[in-house]
């Protein structure tokens, strides 16, 4: 898109460009195709726009490696379809009243909690090993590993110690309490009849060499009602039913798994009978499947799901002129976020003035909020030393306020919405360069290893009332010294944000909890450590005869109950 500077109003010129862009993806989607309903109990197809990095459970946050393993494997906790904790390993969540959950001190002498699970007795991997408290300790030592590089470092630097009562039972003893104790997700179990010895002879290399990536067809890594059988690295994964499953039967024979990035394609994939289903996780922004449906709603059945995907817009705070708070603030009212909601999604996807979703209960409606104000953004760069040079980008100490402006590339309404931004931050004087990137590259290694100097959008998504320790803390930073454990990845450095996401997992009446989550949204919409954009609905696109299938809203995928999907005669 031209960068040319117009004077055409904002709120019609976005209108326009918006209208033309979406016309256009719409326009090279092929209607005239007719849907196949390919779909049987033999083999679901499912597409989805991103591919894994890897399928190891402990390294790389991304929701197209959770969709796939959620089919192959459990987390012992999750939250469930209506948004409360529930077990899928375990037998019970430990309680207070029950004693399976005691106040403890902790080794260091501060308030700890003990708290006691037992897998169940029935699980076992896919080549009939059984699933043990072996499992737990290796998942526990290669968590507190500092070599290794594993996901979710807090919760396992919370955890003292593992006391095994059998095979089947064990307790965490943690040296923090928090109010949501029940809840372990992050804890992914590990076959430690495989993966022990890999990782002991090189703890640092054993993110490279973890069977997950070398051998990931080996049954024995799997314990969901289906297994890896084929990996087509890039392209796709195809899942088997795994006969050592011991929940309910699966409906499916196999389910195979097709990333197609761009994400036109896969509507066209759709209607050429490539594939029978769009994942609502990872498939469709909502703007491309309103269009599709309005053209061929009867063929499908489409599900929109809000919940807590939240775009945005990390700004990188060790930049010095991001650094600067004037401006941040005329980044974020130099962006018509309601034109892109109205004209784009139909309001389906609202404007999101910080990280917690109106849908939430703690969600404070007084958050401070940044309207569109362009005339305020040429304010406060003008206030920070920023003047307009001779082609309109503002300079200062004769340096240029350029920026480089990453997203993932093939994705039509992220590279959309980046288009518009990058013209309305250029009408108030901001170059933004756009250097977009493959997913696998993009999560992998430039948002995890902190690698963009300038601004990265994406979209974080959430358990219900989850407590943003990992993303706002400061002690969560990925740097090379902790092998880029955390998802800082702006660089935020509050103590006073620290001090109330701490009190947060501490202080647990509710209107201590009200006082906390207010503080909190107040203090991220002043600091401006990310940009808010808008709250995302997923669009699932399904066969009509398909039933079962729950969107759940946050970060825990609905093919976790792939087992109660269904097709109807």
Not at 144 to 159: C, K, M, S, V
Request: proline share 7%; charged share 25%; with cysteine.
């Amino acid at each position: 898109m031209a960068t040319t500077h117009t004077r055409v109003p904002a709120a019609r010129a976005i209108a326009a460009a918006l209208t033309i862009i979406a016309a256009a993806a719409i326009c090279s989607i092929p209607f005239w195709s007719t849907p196949s309903w390919a779909a049987d109990k033999s083999r679901l197809t499912i597409g989805m726009s991103q591919y894994p990095a890897t399928l190891s459970p402990v390294f790389e946050s991304m929701m197209a490696k959770a969709y796939v393993l959620a089919m192959a494997r459990r987390p012992i906790t999750v939250y469930d379809q209506d948004w409360r904790p529930t077990c899928l390993v375990c037998t019970k969540l430990p309680s207070l009243e029950d004693g399976t959950a005691i106040w403890e001190t902790a080794e260091n002498g501060d308030p700890g909690i003990a708290i006691s699970y037992t897998l169940n007795p029935a699980a076992v991997w896919g080549d009939g090993t059984p699933i043990t408290t072996d499992d737990v300790l290796l998942s526990v030592e290669i968590g507190q590993d500092p070599q290794t590089g594993a996901l979710n470092a807090e919760l396992f630097r919370r955890i003292d110690k593992v006391t095994v009562q059998d095979d089947k039972s064990f307790t965490l003893h943690m040296n923090k309490r928090t109010c949501n104790f029940e809840n372990i997700a992050g804890l992914a179990l590990l076959p430690n009849h495989i993966e022990r010895p890999i990782y002991e002879a090189d703890p640092r290399s054993y993110r490279r060499r973890t069977t997950y990536d070398a051998d990931p067809t080996n049954p024995g890594l799997w314990f969901g009602p289906y297994r890896v059988a084929r990996v087509t690295v890039g392209q796709s994964i195809l899942l088997e039913r795994n006969p050592s499953w011991w929940g309910p039967e699966p409906y499916f024979d196999e389910i195979e798994v097709r990333a197609i990035q761009n994400t036109s394609a896969l509507i066209a994939n759709l209607l050429a009978g490539d594939i029978d289903m769009i994942a609502g996780e990872l498939g469709l922004a909502a703007d491309q499947a309103l269009g599709f449906e309005s053209r061929s709603g009867d063929d499908y059945q489409f599900l929109y799901k809000s919940g807590l995907v939240y775009e945005h817009i990390d700004v990188n705070l060790d930049n010095p002129s991001l650094a600067d708070l004037r401006v941040r603030q005329a980044l974020i009212h130099g962006i018509d976020r309601q034109a892109i909601s109205e004209q784009l999604f139909q309001g389906k996807q609202p404007v999101a003035h910080g990280n917690v979703n109106p849908l939430d209960k703690w969600y404070d409606p007084d958050v401070p909020k940044y309207d569109y104000d362009p005339k305020r953004s040429v304010e406060l760069l003008k206030e920070a030393g920023w003047d307009a040079g001779p082609d309109g980008i503002r300079v200062k100490d004769g340096e240029r306020l350029t920026l480089t402006f990453q997203t993932t590339a093939e994705n039509k309404t992220r590279e959309l919405v980046q288009q518009v931004i990058q013209n309305q931050w250029r009408a108030i004087g901001v170059e933004a360069v756009l250097k977009n990137e493959q997913p696998r590259i993009f999560f992998a290694d430039t948002i995890t290893k902190r690698a963009f100097d300038g601004v990265v959008m994406y979209a974080w998504l959430s358990a219900p009332e989850s407590i943003p320790f990992s993303t706002l803390h400061s002690s969560q930073i990925p740097t090379e010294e902790n092998a880029w454990q955390g998802q800082n990845y702006p660089g935020y450095n509050s103590p006073e944000m620290d001090e109330t996401i701490d009190r947060l997992e501490t202080d647990c009446a509710d209107e201590d909890q009200r006082v906390l989550w207010s503080d909190l949204q107040a203090r991220y919409a002043r600091d401006l450590p990310v940009l808010p954009l808008y709250f995302r609905a997923e669009p699932y696109v399904l066969p009509k005869n398909m039933t079962g299938l729950r969107p759940t809203g946050h970060q825990y995928p609905s093919s976790l109950w792939v087992e109660e999907w269904r097709l109807t005669e």
